[in-house]
């Protein structure tokens, strides 16, 4: 493993990492004075091209955007041996991610893991609200605490170009817990039309998961996780405060934000 350091000399190369995150991680380290370079996701599952990719990078920020971790134990392998400090994009509601997360854990690279649960899923409600007002889904009770982007993005990059985060892993949550129905009516409000929400079934809404494609381990751990958070919600954390100096942003002004979307 080499021990590369991330300075004005240096790149980050993000890859597979949600857009979102990709774009206010790239705004936030340029305006640091550190040189960001993106992949397709289409690297992580060729060893080769990813080796070639990481030769100046000081650090990587990762995302796994597959549903299953069958191809990632090549990724892992090829990051700890070519990159100083990894910084792993997670979750707490994908089994996949899981492991990946050991799969780092064994490998011996510097890595700091966050787990988020991003602002931006709400986008998959929005062609439903803007075309009937509607959103049909399970577990409109559950508490799940999601994180704006930009504050994902702040704390990534503190891992990224600090010390002291090596094997620190970090649950990152907004400042309060709204459910999945109130996030679609502080949407409705925000973008200035009624929109309800619609419950179905746990079975429902798994066929209209696997309509996508995903396979059913991962359908089944989604709505696990959902279903655990009607009676448990996630817990507010002061992570992104702690490491950013600002309390992290609310839903409903990511809602205000991009209203527009769901117009």
Not at 53 to 67: D, I
Not at 121 to 141: C, D, F, K, P, T
Not at 172 to 200: F, M, S, Y
Request: aromatic share 4%; hydrophobic share 45%.
């Amino acid at each position: 493993m080499t021990e590369k350091r991330v300075d004005d000399t240096s790149s980050v190369l993000a890859v597979g990492v949600p857009g979102a995150v990709e774009q206010h991680v790239g705004l936030q380290l340029a305006a640091a004075g550190v040189r960001v370079r993106t992949l397709t996701r289409r690297a992580l599952l060729d060893p080769a091209s990813l080796e070639a990719a990481v030769q100046e990078a000081g650090a990587v920020l990762l995302g796994w955007p597959f549903p299953t971790a069958d191809e990632a134990a090549d990724a892992v392998g090829v990051l700890a041996r070519e990159v100083g400090r990894v910084v792993f994009l997670s979750s707490t509601a994908v089994r996949a991610e899981g492991e990946v997360e050991a799969l780092l854990a064994g490998s011996g690279v510097r890595h700091t893991v966050l787990r988020a649960h991003g602002f931006t899923a709400a986008l998959q409600w929005a062609q439903e609200i803007r075309s009937g007002g509607a959103v049909q889904g399970y577990g409109g009770a559950a508490g799940l605490n999601p994180v704006d982007e930009r504050d994902i993005a702040a704390v990534a990059v503190r891992a990224l170009t600090e010390d002291g985060h090596d094997g620190a892993h970090y649950l990152l949550t907004g400042p309060e817990c709204p459910t999945q129905a109130e996030q679609v009516d502080i949407i409705g409000e925000a973008a200035g039309r009624p929109v309800k929400w619609q419950e179905i079934p746990r079975e429902a809404a798994r066929r209209r998961m696997s309509a996508t494609g995903r396979p059913g381990v991962a359908v089944d751990s989604a709505l696990d996780f959902i279903h655990a958070r009607i009676t448990t919600p996630n817990p507010a954390t002061t992570t992104v405060q702690d490491l950013t100096g600002h309390p992290p942003r609310n839903f409903r002004t990511w809602a205000t934000d991009h209203a527009a979307l769901f117009r």
